[in-house]
DNA sequence: TACGTCATGTAAGTCGTTACATGATTGG
DNA sequence: CCAATCATGTAACGACTTACATGACGTA
């Protein structure tokens, strides 16, 4: 799925501006599958325009700037169908998060379990937003995609949870033991 | 984490050609958070070896061809620690068959249906693979960057599991409705 | 004999990001 | 008055992918 593929496919659901789409694909709830900038989006609906398979018109309400509403045209629908048709690419996740996971041992204890506390609230976050959407969602196939990735950062969140609980509890034995190295210390001196 | 910095922390663990870096990139147990091809790889490790990041002897063991095997100097070593004492940038997931799902509402159910079981046995492989390698490991960040794998591919797995079924129930309904709908046309007849 | 695996590497091309340029309006 | 939001767009650059080139060995 292209930025192309992904205008045409908003689009299909309503009529919008450059700006809404990055909204969507950027920041709403299908932000858990797909990511676009501006800079990719607006080349993309100008191609689309040449192309045919999208039309907009200006739209000038006073108190703000001129937008460009963009909506997909018949051969748009038929070229979103043509794409529906081919194979899908195989679904890729890049997570910085777990690379450096992977050297944990390697780094001070702290930096890994703010690493960890950090990841929890982003995914906090993200898991409120998508339940908003969830509840608020009256068609079917987005329910289904906003419930896959509730489940999904459902599942995360639990297991980063129950993570660092684990790395407290050694953290509080480590911290204890300090702390009786500390009074040894002082009882010597 | 570009190729460059995947390379470094691959090669942190053991010593290895380009050819098994890809393999562990994109088929081992860390393929579900990185991925990296040949044409990316083979670049970065010249690169890495200009800068004394990494150096490599030339191996050639009879009835196999020669292969460069790549070890990271204490130089590649504090490089790495500098990178991981960076920000890492924040996750993110492509999911075309996420965004297919979207428009399921317009296809013949068995095209999604079929694109569901696909998806099913895709992840049940990935998840036996992640459970196989987590099995075999003892180096306790890798197991948890495989633990996160395997928590949520099964959640994802029990989320599509639920749906299929649910997909399976609707069909069989309509599938009666319309046997009866046939035995009523031949009455009819 | 033909295919799969091991093995390295380059070049062209795709795709997308970042940063810049511009500018009006609203709210603190 | 300054920052944020709304709004569009381009150009330079970066990163990676795909396809190609090469070749030996093992196995079905």
Redesign the pocket.
Known sequence: M???SLCLGILSFSDM????IRKMASEGHFSHFC??????I??A??QLTNEGLVTFTEETLD???P??VYSITEKGHAALFHILHEEPNPDRCKSEFLFYSLFSDKMPTSQFRNLMVKKIAEISEKLDGLEMALEGCEHEPSQFAIGYGVALNTAVLTYLKAHLEKLDQQYAKTGNANKELVMELKNDA
Chains 1, 2 share one sequence.
Do not use: F, M, T
């Not at 990511?35 to 990719?40: D, Q, T, V």
């Open positions: 292209n930025v192309r501006s450059g700006y809404d990511e676009a900038s501006y800079g990719s607006y080349p609906l100008s108190g703000k700037p937008r460009k």
